[in-house]
């Protein structure tokens, strides 16, 4: 989808608005596996997934906020989400 942003902090609540879509989607999964035991396992993994997601990304527009616009603040934060490590979707 087109997506209108003006800011750094425009990019990251779409960002939250999306993940918090895709957690309703995987609730609504979880809702229709409720009476399969074998699916209910895979489904609470994405759950928690996607509640990790929303709460990074919560955190990351707190940081962007607190910077308010600043140039130098905003290398920093770039700097410091750049050397995160990556994470495996791998079990």
Known sequence: PKVDVNSVLDVFTVAL???QRVSE???NLYRAADDDIDSKPLVQWFV????EEEATISEIIGRVKLVDGDG????RLDA???GRPTRSTEA
Do not use: C, T, Y
Not at 48 to 51: S, T
């Open 80 to 82: 410091e989400l750049a």
């Open 48 to 51: 928690g997934e996607q509640v």
């Open 25 to 27: 989607s995987i609730r």
């Open 17 to 19: 608005e999306h993940e």
């Open 72 to 75: 130098a603040g905003l290398l």
